[in-house]
């Protein structure tokens, strides 16, 4: 791996399909912002409630576990810089395809090392939403 990489480890039957993920830069740069721009397809309306479960790790060490309301970020009232092509968190996402794009600022001071990222989406039924598996390297060359 050079760089990152993701994978999706979500059913087909998840309520939202994970169809590509890009960034701006690429690879990821630390010191800078990075945009990621994930492409869907929504199978059915996400409603408010949904939330996702974030796992940072550094090998077999985990940095961060979180959980963040989807539709609260949205509207921007969480700490990630969330946005949505079809939704400003206070209507569903409406079934069909979607963006969504997430600005991250990385330190300068986030350690030359690979992390991995695990994203499990849910939804207000507590239902899966999608599934994700992210690898990013900042190890020097």
Wanted: net charge negative; aromatic share 6%.
């Amino acid at each position: 791996m050079t760089g990152w990489e993701y994978e999706n480890v979500g059913l087909p039957t998840d309520p939202l399909q994970i169809e590509s993920i890009t960034v701006t830069p690429d690879p990821p740069t630390r010191g800078q912002a990075d945009v990621f721009t994930i492409k869907a397809a929504a199978l059915a309306d996400i409603a408010d409630g949904a939330y996702l479960h974030v796992t940072v790790k550094l090998g077999l060490i985990k940095l961060l576990t979180k959980q963040f309301d989807l539709f609260s970020e949205l509207r921007g009232e969480g700490g990630l810089k969330l946005s949505c092509s079809t939704s400003d968190g206070k209507n569903p996402i409406p079934k069909g395809d979607t963006t969504l794009t997430l600005t991250m600022d990385l330190p300068k001071e986030t350690p030359q090392a690979k992390f991995g990222i695990d994203v499990r989406g849910y939804t207000v039924d507590d239902d899966d939403l999608l599934a994700l598996k992210v690898k990013v390297d900042f190890m020097k060359p």
